[in-house]
């Protein structure tokens, strides 16, 4: 597990960028934080470090959007709307277990879902004296994300 502190949505945004060359098909990426934690500016920021030249948006009312003009495809979830459930008629297996890489914003309400192994990264806001700054906690689950995260911090 690793803490990295953002002091801009810029910050946020490159972190995104730096974690991209390292996810290979099949990852799958947990993001926890509050509304306006800044989940959807890391998702741009991987977007971005995969090639993706389209606008990232919120799925929050589409459940999940497909980029697929990258070096892979990005699959962004919100899967906030599943709070009571649903999940499993979704096929969320076949995009964890397919050939881009999926991130998924509120994924405690498909927890059964998941995979053994992902990366969870946890938004906290620290704001001070009207700044937005941000604490990023890295958690992985399972060995290739052990090395990502590792490579990822050495490189801070």
Same mark, same amino acid.
């Given at each position: 597990? $690793?803490? !990295?502190?953002?002091?801009?949505p810029? &910050?946020?945004?490159?972190?995104?960028?730096?974690?991209? *060359?390292?996810?290979? $098909?099949?990852?799958?990426?947990?993001?926890?934080?509050?509304l306006?934690?800044?989940?959807?500016?890391?998702?741009k920021? !991987? $977007?971005?470090? /995969?090639? !993706?030249?389209?606008? !990232?948006?919120?799925?929050?009312?589409?459940i999940?959007?497909?980029? /697929? =003009?990258?070096?892979?495809?990005?699959?962004?979830?919100? #899967?906030?709307?599943?709070?009571?459930?649903?999940?499993?008629?979704?096929?969320?297996?076949?995009?964890?277990?397919? =050939?881009?890489i999926?991130?998924?914003?509120?994924?405690?309400?498909?927890?059964?879902?998941?995979?053994?192994?992902? /990366? $969870?990264i946890?938004?906290?806001?620290?704001? &001070?004296?009207?700044?937005?700054?941000?604490? #990023?906690?890295?958690? *992985?689950?399972?060995?290739?994300? =052990? &090395?990502?995260?590792?490579?990822?911090?050495?490189?801070?």
């Amino acid at each position: 597990m $690793a803490t !990295i502190g953002l002091n801009n949505p810029a &910050q946020t945004m490159a972190l995104g960028e730096r974690l991209a *060359p390292l996810l290979i $098909a099949g990852d799958v990426i947990v993001l926890n934080g509050d509304l306006g934690a800044g989940k959807t500016t890391f998702t741009k920021g !991987i $977007a971005k470090g /995969l090639g !993706i030249q389209r606008v !990232i948006k919120s799925p929050t009312f589409t459940i999940i959007r497909e980029y /697929l =003009d990258g070096r892979l495809p990005l699959y962004h979830m919100d #899967v906030y709307r599943l709070e009571t459930g649903g999940g499993e008629d979704l096929g969320l297996e076949e995009y964890f277990e397919g =050939d881009g890489i999926s991130v998924v914003e509120w994924a405690e309400f498909v927890a059964d879902e998941l995979p053994s192994e992902y /990366l $969870a990264i946890t938004f906290n806001r620290c704001d &001070q004296a009207g700044e937005e700054v941000r604490s #990023v906690t890295l958690e *992985p689950h399972g060995d290739h994300f =052990d &090395q990502v995260v590792k490579e990822l911090v050495e490189h801070e």
